[in-house]
């Protein structure tokens, strides 16, 4: 079973410009979250999807960051426009509805330059 | 204003002994708790978890151990391996979503 798959795996982009991250979700998973962690702080929820629906966005830093998931598939994440304060790593999780153990990919680092 | 503390940003054990990795909480309606383990460029990956309800949870050579009026948990290693040199993150959930600790960097030496 493949797992939790993100890409791109690394992004270097200027300030201002625009990046979309994907989550491929581990397949069957209804539950979707986003995570991030910033220069090597404590890793921060950004939002969780049930299905297609945003069950919770109260982590999402403000409207600069768009997160869609539809079909209830793979889901993005968009920045636009970029700041700098962006940069880190961006970490994709998905479980089973109602389990607790949430699989995580391997992330995209980030880097708003 | 962090809900969930690894105050030791490191550690190091020798390969053989045990390794204890603390966090500590502040919010007591916390139901969960879970540590993960990551490796350089990968993703945090499951380690074991712990209920509110219980204070004690063991699995192989890890085992978990929940404080609830010290709001406290911890968790050993035994023996500590090479391949276990990660950085471990002690997780609470609240509701949908877990809150994360800063992360404790431990290293087994030989």
Redesign the interface.
């Known amino acids: 079973e493949a797992g ?1 798959t ?1 890409f791109p795996s690394h992004s270097v982009i200027e300030k201002g410009q625009t990046v979309t991250l994907r989550c491929d979700p581990i397949s069957g998973h209804d ?1 979707l ?1 986003w ?1 991030r962690r910033v220069m ?6 950004l939002l ?1 999807f049930v299905k297609e629906s945003k ?2 966005e109260s ?1 999402m830093p403000n409207n600069r960051f768009l997160a869609e998931r539809t079909g209830g598939t793979y889901s993005t994440l968009k920045v636009q426009p970029a700041e700098l304060e962006d940069s880190g790593v961006y ?1 994709c ?1 998905s479980s089973h509805g109602g389990e ?8 995209t680092r980030l880097t708003v330059v | 204003d962090q809900q969930v503390k690894q105050n030791s940003p490191s550690l190091s054990v020798q390969e053989g002994r045990i390794s204890i990795l603390n966090c500590d909480y502040t919010n007591s309606m916390f139901d969960y708790f879970l540590w993960y383990k990551k490796y350089p460029a990968e993703g945090p990956t499951f380690l074991i978890s712990i209920s509110s309800i219980k204070d004690k949870n063991e699995d192989g050579r890890f085992t978990v151990f929940l404080n609830k009026s010290a709001k406290h948990l911890s968790l050993h290693i035994v023996p500590s391996q090479p391949g276990d040199s990660a950085v471990y993150f002690c997780a609470a959930q609240n509701t949908d979503k877990l809150i994360f600790g800063t992360g404790t960097r431990l290293q087994v030496f030989p």
């Open positions: 939790v993100q539950n979250y995570y090597g702080k404590e890793i921060k929820f969780h069950q919770d982590g970490f999780a607790t153990e949430a699989f995580f990919g391997q992330g």
